[in-house]
């Protein structure tokens, strides 16, 4: 689950105008495509049950939920003019800009202690078992060690390092 140096640069000068936004950067994906190339950033934000209904100005209902339309919309503009200003992406790109959504890819570790009994899904570099896809029940993350384990059909439990992970997402379930 490591970026690559471009997408890590990228993270890093995105970060900071994604925060004066206020919602967080949970991770960006950039895909370089021949002549015009792609980076894909990923916003989230606590919600909060427990907050008051308002409306926002285009009439969407907030009520401490998660990414809405407008978050899309502030975060396109202020990292469009910062990288307009530090043109760190050479030639054309299209930029993408919304929630993780309910499949969420995670991009770091720590990202996926939140979802401990849940179903991923896993893409490795290396076999594990000989097996390099497949949706796992996530039983653990140990963030001192980067490992994670998962529970394949059968019971069988696995132990895969972190940095061997090619992409992980989560599975939705109703």
């Known amino acids: 689950?490591?970026?690559?140096?471009?997408?890590?640069?990228l993270f890093d000068l995105i970060a900071p105008a994604v925060a004066a936004c206020g919602v967080d950067l949970w991770g960006i994906e950039f895909l370089p495509q021949g002549?015009?190339?792609?980076l894909r950033i990923y916003i989230d934000k606590a919600t909060d049950d427990n907050a008051e209904?308002?409306?926002?100005e285009d009439g969407e209902a907030d009520q401490g939920r998660g990414i809405g339309v407008q978050d899309c919309?502030?975060?396109?503009?202020?990292?469009?003019?910062?990288l307009d200003v530090h043109d760190p992406i050479?030639?054309?790109y299209a930029?993408?800009?919304?929630?993780?959504?309910?499949?969420?890819p995670f991009?770091?570790?720590?990202?996926?202690?939140?979802?401990?009994g849940q179903q991923v899904a896993l893409r490795l570099i290396a076999a594990v078992e000989n097996r390099r896809k497949f949706q796992a029940k996530l039983l653990s993350v140990d963030l001192e060690n980067e490992i994670i384990q998962v529970e394949v059909e059968g019971g069988q439990v696995l132990e895969v390092d972190s940095n061997n992970i090619d992409k992980a997402n989560l599975i939705y379930q109703d």
Request: glycine share 8%.
């Open 107 to 116: 991009f770091q570790l720590s990202q996926m202690s939140g979802y401990i």
């Open 90 to 92: 050479s030639g054309e």
């Open 53 to 56: 209904l308002l409306l926002t």
């Open 73 to 82: 919309v502030l975060v396109t503009q202020q990292v469009g003019a910062m």
């Open 95 to 104: 930029l993408e800009v919304s929630s993780p959504g309910w499949d969420r």
């Open 1 to 9: 689950m490591k970026l690559s140096n471009k997408s890590q640069a």
């Open 35 to 38: 002549k015009r190339s792609l």
